[in-house]
């Protein structure tokens, strides 16, 4: 079956205690993304890739870091995790050639105390 | 960058209503333009899509938008809505010349049985 996968689907973790949420695809896709949703404010965008070892900030990268040694991988990084970090994150993949019609995973919840 | 502005935050409809949702963005170039369903307590689905030809696409659940260049809109209709389109939903535009996403702050539907 084709599909995004992420882990973990929950998560409660306090200030400064660096964290990793994985994401992976199976369907071959170049291009993979990151988003955050908050409330009123819809999906923002944190970083995407087009391809392996090629990553670029989205609209809030700040706090953020990703890696993309593998196709199928897209690892989300908070390096010291702060309150305002608190939000659903969805992790997208997409081919290249499907005109960016992006496939998400099923979201992790994060929550910074 | 583009920007996608939706109208409506939160629309509450009775059962075989019908349904239209505003969505415009503002960006000079060729855009490809989604709409996606977010059921409560799931991941973002793929409602329509528009890239080229036929302005007024046909997408799942029998929901239809017309893409309007002039007045860069994508609305979002459905003649008669059912109980289980209780949702959210998100337009997103793709900027064709540098795969830049961006989505609107979504639109809460409630649909009253």
């Known amino acids: 079956e084709a599909q995004v996968t992420q882990n973990p689907r929950y998560l409660i973790t306090v200030t400064g205690k660096k964290l990793t949420v994985t994401c992976s695809q199976n369907?071959?896709?170049?291009?993979m993304s990151w988003y955050r949703q908050d409330p009123g404010l819809g999906l923002r965008q944190i970083y995407y890739s087009m391809n392996v070892e090629v990553t670029d900030k989205g609209d809030v990268p700040e706090g953020y870091k990703v890696s993309r040694k593998e196709k199928r991988n897209f690892p989300l990084i908070l390096e010291s995790p702060s309150p305002n970090q608190t939000s659903l994150y969805f992790c997208?993949?997409?081919?290249?050639?499907?005109?960016?019609?992006?496939?998400f995973g099923p979201g992790t919840r994060l929550t910074v105390l | 960058a583009q920007s996608v502005s939706q109208h409506n935050h939160h629309v509450i409809l009775s059962e075989a209503a019908s349904l239209e949702l505003g969505c415009n963005y503002s960006y000079g170039g060729t855009v490809n333009l989604f709409w996606y369903v977010q059921y409560p307590g799931q991941h973002l689905q793929l409602l329509l899509k528009y890239f080229s030809g036929d302005p007024l696409v046909k997408g799942i659940k029998g929901f239809e938008a017309e893409f309007i260049k002039s007045k860069f809109s994508f609305n979002l209709r459905k003649p008669s809505v059912q109980w289980s389109d209780t949702a959210e939903y998100f337009c997103a535009v793709n900027a064709v010349s540098n795969n830049d996403m961006r989505f609107g702050a979504g639109t809460r539907l409630t649909v009253k049985p």
């Open positions: 997208a993949s997409s081919s290249i050639d499907s005109f960016n019609e992006q496939f």
């Open positions: 369907m071959n896709h170049e291009y």
